[in-house]
């Protein structure tokens, strides 16, 4: 059974950090791309960062890049996301998930979600 678990969420102040993790358990993360996305309150999840399975690339949303990092930890099975400089805006639930194949920016190609992880950014 594959189960992805996020933390490391919580209230920051605007300009503040939080680092969050996935934590996956039945499922070696570095042979998948692995996928963070956000849900604001009454909208779809929207694609925030991207760590491609080989090769080490990542693709970032155009709203985080230079702010937010991807990174994994193979030892661990766990895939981090570094997030800085947070706007009030980008209050949400974070999820990460794994790519079955296809498009990454796209919620419908990935499988596996964890139950996500909320981050609340103050202003």
């Known amino acids: 059974q594959v189960q992805l ?12 950090s939080l680092k969050l993790s996935c934590a996956a358990s039945g499922r070696t993360l570095s042979s998948y791309t ?12 929207e694609f925030v960062a991207v760590s491609i399975w080989s090769g080490g690339r990542t693709y970032y949303a155009d709203s ?3 702010r937010f ?17 947070l ?8 999820y ?5 194949g296809g498009f990454y920016r796209e919620p419908e190609n990935y499988d ?6 909320p981050v609340t950014v103050s202003s």
């Open 69 to 85: 990092t991807i990174s994994r930890d193979d030892a661990r099975n766990t895939v981090w996301l570094q997030m800085n400089s």
């Open 5 to 16: 678990v996020e933390s490391g969420g919580g209230l920051v102040h605007a300009g503040g």
């Open 96 to 100: 990460c998930a794994t790519n079955r």
């Open 112 to 117: 596996y979600w964890g139950q996500g992880t």
């Open 64 to 66: 985080v890049k230079g």
């Open 34 to 45: 692995v996928g963070w996305f956000r849900q604001f309150p009454g909208k779809e999840r």
């Open 87 to 94: 706007k009030p805006e980008e209050t949400a639930i974070y």
